[in-house]
């Protein structure tokens, strides 16, 4: 562990609100992320996957049932506050059934993973992915790997975007940790 890198952080992960994901024959045991704190609707894809390419067929989710003909996405109409039942006829695909506002934009499930880091409330000029320069808000150093560029970083309840990473490599080839400069 580097020296000085003792405060508390955490890499935030947002990604799209999953009720499930998995083949047609399981959708009676959703798999996904529990429910939204809000009214909601859903988000159905379905594809071919290995061994499972028959896209024609309906899936009900409540009391509202889509038809597919082919592989492809459809949204429900009617608003959820608790977790449907789900039901597939015909489908033997993947399915994703994802939860949507109710104005059709994906509402994202954030998972906050627990770093240690080293916090500069610091500035730095740097040459951002399009080649403009701009400046960090501030900068953190972190022996956690899986800090990337666009990542959400939170400090003391104040989100940054992390903007640029420096990695430090040791003697051996090792990283030893990774200096993110914060927007």
């Given at each position: 562990?580097?020296?000085?890198i003792?405060?508390?952080?955490?890499?935030?992960?947002?990604?799209?609100?999953?009720?499930?994901?998995?083949?047609?024959?399981?959708?009676?045991?959703?798999?996904?992320?529990?429910?939204?704190?809000?009214?909601?609707?859903?988000?159905?894809?379905?594809?071919?996957?290995?061994?499972?390419?028959?896209?024609?067929?309906?899936?009900?989710?409540?009391?509202?049932?889509?038809?597919?003909?082919?592989?492809?996405?459809?949204?429900?109409?009617?608003?959820?506050?608790?977790?449907?039942?789900?039901?597939?006829?015909?489908?033997?695909?993947?399915?994703?059934?994802?939860?949507?506002?109710?104005?059709?934009?994906?509402?994202?499930?954030?998972?906050?993973?627990?770093?240690?880091?080293?916090?500069?409330?610091?500035?730095?000029?740097?040459?951002?992915?399009?080649?403009?320069?701009?400046?960090?808000?501030?900068?953190?150093?972190?022996?956690?790997?899986?800090?990337?560029?666009?990542?959400?970083?939170?400090?003391?309840?104040?989100?940054?975007?992390?903007?640029?990473i420096?990695?430090?490599?040791?003697s051996?080839g090792?990283?030893?940790?990774?200096?993110?400069?914060?927007?």
């Amino acid at each position: 562990m580097v020296i000085g890198i003792n405060q508390d952080a955490y890499r935030v992960d947002k990604a799209n609100w999953q009720i499930y994901n998995g083949l047609a024959s399981g959708v009676g045991t959703l798999n996904g992320d529990g429910l939204p704190a809000v009214s909601f609707r859903c988000a159905v894809t379905i594809s071919a996957v290995a061994g499972h390419a028959d896209c024609a067929g309906s899936i009900t989710i409540g009391s509202e049932t889509l038809t597919f003909i082919a592989a492809g996405k459809k949204t429900t109409t009617t608003f959820l506050s608790a977790l449907p039942a789900i039901s597939c006829t015909g489908l033997d695909c993947n399915v994703l059934v994802e939860a949507i506002t109710t104005g059709g934009t994906p509402i994202l499930k954030e998972t906050a993973t627990a770093i240690k880091c080293r916090f500069m409330n610091t500035q730095k000029a740097f040459m951002d992915s399009l080649g403009a320069w701009t400046q960090s808000q501030a900068i953190a150093d972190t022996t956690d790997s899986n800090c990337n560029i666009g990542d959400v970083f939170r400090f003391n309840s104040t989100d940054y975007n992390i903007g640029q990473i420096t990695c430090f490599i040791n003697s051996t080839g090792e990283e030893t940790y990774r200096r993110l400069y914060l927007r």
